[in-house]
Structure formats: C-alpha cells, structure tokens
C-alpha cells in the first residue's frame, strides 16, 4: 500500500498550524486472512436485489492509467489473487460463534448491543450546504489503538442521504474493532446501512454488499493498515480515501491510497436514497462502548489541543459536487459537531493548512469513564 508520508516541518502547539511534504513511501503489509474467490461468484452477487446485477469492472471516470493498471486481472505476480480471483476477508471471531447458532439470531445479538445502548460518540466536520453531493475524499492519519471487548472506534468519511428512519449511510475509512475482528488491529473498515443502522449494520462484506474487484491482497477491506504512527512523532502515516459516485451506473466506487487505487463499489440497487446521491458529507471519528464500560480512544488517544505531533488529523479534504466536480471543502460551508465531554473527545478546524495538508482539522481524544463523556 502506498501511503502518503507527511513529515512535520513547523511545530504546532495551540495555532495547529502544519507544515511538511509528501513523500513515495510503499508499504505492503498483508494480513493472510483471505480467501481468492471467483469474481463472478462473491458472496455480494448471492443478494436479492442484486440478482441481475453486471459487474462493472472499471468506473467509467476513470482518471489515469495507475488506476488502469491496478485494477483487477491484470495483476498475476504475488500479492494477487490468481486472474479472475478477489480476495475477500474471511470472518473471524465474531462469526466463530455464527458456525454453531443460526447466523440470523447472532447477527441480531449484535445489532442489539449497538441499538439497545446506543452509546456512541462523535466528533465530526460536516457539510452544512443543502445540495447533493457525489463523493467525497480525505486522507487520515494511521494510529494503533488498544482497545477491548465491544469497544471500538473508527475514522471514517461517511456519506448519508434519506429521512431520519431510513437514512442511508456509507462509512470507509480506518477502525480498532475487537469484537468485528477478534484483534485489536488498526484495519481498513468500511460500513452501511439503509436504516439508519436500526436492523442493518453492514461491515466491509457483510450483508453482502460490497463488490470487490481489485484483486490486490492489499486492498482488501479489513486488511491490517500499516505502519501506524507514533505519538510525538514528526513523520506522520496517512491513508488516502475515496468514495465517488459513477455517473453513469450510480454506483458508489471506493479508492484507496496515494495513487487512488480502485477497490470496488457498492451498488446502487441497495440503496433507496444514496442511489441519487448524497445530501450530507461528514469527516471524523467515532467511538462506542457498551453501558459500564470505558468510552475508547479516538484517533491517536490524544486531544487536538495537544497539535499536530500527538493527535491524529483529517487532510486534503474534498467534496464531489453536484457536478461531479472535485474541490476542497469551503470552511464557510463545514460545521463541527461533536456530542462528547470536550475532555474525552473534540475536534479543530481552522480551514486551509499548507499545501501538503490542504483543508485539514485535528481531532480525537482519549475517552473516559462509562457515563462521563456524555453530555
Ligand atoms: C499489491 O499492492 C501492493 C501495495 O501497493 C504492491 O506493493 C504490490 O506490488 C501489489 N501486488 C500486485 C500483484 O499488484
Ligand atoms: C463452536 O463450535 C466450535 C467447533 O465445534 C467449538 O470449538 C466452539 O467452542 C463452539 N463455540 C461455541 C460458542 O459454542
Ligand atoms: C501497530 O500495529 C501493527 C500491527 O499489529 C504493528 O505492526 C505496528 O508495529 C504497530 N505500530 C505501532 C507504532 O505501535
Ligand atoms: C505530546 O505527548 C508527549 C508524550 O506523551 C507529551 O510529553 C507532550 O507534553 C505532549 N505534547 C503536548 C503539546 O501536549
């Protein structure tokens, strides 16, 4: 995986202000919990909404000839699936238990958790403007958490359309999720919904969802992401992440790395109001423990008054317009929202931060006792 590399050249303590460049940094990490499946036969297509559904192998806004050459069959050399193979995620301990119960009743239990409690927390930069968008895209910092039991937390672009019921939402980005994973692992995560994640709460393949057609190991949803970053530290690891709607199919492609590698899409017959596009981007993390139990880390564990070097950070943030146009996102049309105990967890924005980091905020922080990060 190629990540982008920013080395912090001016120090930020309260004005947050950073500095640096954007180095070639490859790093391939694989982690060797995957199967190669037949493209033409993953688990997605088995849905029944998808029952008619043509793969797409290629968005048809295909920018250059990177993401040409990245994209499925035609890689044969080692770190890919054999030609017309996809490598999808094997689960793992939550499902364990799914092999002796009926995975109905398990899935449920899950869901229960979240829905029953509720407790989450936020801290998120969102659109305010009232249009449709198409995509959006960001890099994120990359920071091993320890986290444990149902705890987990995510930093994610998340992109929702629909009322208050029915809100239809794609999460991708970043997460430390024990129970989904049984490590404490950072790891790519993506995550849908077309309920407001009331019944459904789909992660990377579940639900069968997501059509993968890169046939790199390394993206795969779910795969381990590293290096991480270490606090203090003045070079900083970032993920390069986008979701861009195809014009003409109305799919929802993802991308990933420096060199916008294209993974897969999820399609627009799962959705009832994605499916013409979006009407709110929002960029930042999210954290959830159930009742009695610590609220986890976010981003690096670290506050973002503690600047650049300690706490984790969003950049280059951009928005896919009504006309499928790519731009920075304008600070007069970006709100912060945060539900959370400023101690626990909070986010800064200040708009533009340099050329290397373009539009960026920092955000996280270290979470709290059961009950003290609500407010
Ligand atoms: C898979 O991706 C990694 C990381 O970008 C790269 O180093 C490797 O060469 C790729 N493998 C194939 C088969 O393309
Ligand atoms: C599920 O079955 C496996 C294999 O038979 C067994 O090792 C495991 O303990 C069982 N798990 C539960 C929760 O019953
Ligand atoms: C983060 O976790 C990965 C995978 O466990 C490990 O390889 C890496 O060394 C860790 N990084 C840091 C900074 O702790
Ligand atoms: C950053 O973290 C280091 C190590 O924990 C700490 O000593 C330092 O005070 C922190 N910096 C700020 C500005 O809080």
Redesign the pocket.
Known sequence: MALFLVLVVSLC?SCCRVGGYVSDIIVHQVDNDFDCVDMYKQPTLQHPLLKNHKIQLNPTFTRNTVQRRSSSFINKVIGGCPIGKVPIYKKRVRHQNIINASSKLQTEDFHQDYEHYNSDHFATLDTTQSTTFHGASAIIGLYNLSLQGNQFSLSSIRIESGPPTEINIIQIGVGVHPKLYGDSQLRITALWTVDSYYKTRCYNYECQGFVQVNQNKSYTLGNVISPSNS??STEKYALGVKIKQDPSTGHWWLFLDRDEIQVGYWPKELFNHLSIGASLIRFGGETYAPPNIDNPSMGSG?LPQ??F??SSFMGRLEIIDSKYSEISVNPEHMKKYSDANSNCYDLLYHGYEGVVYRQAFLYGGPGGLSGQCDI
């Open positions: 303590i606090i203090g670290r503690e600047g070097k300690n």
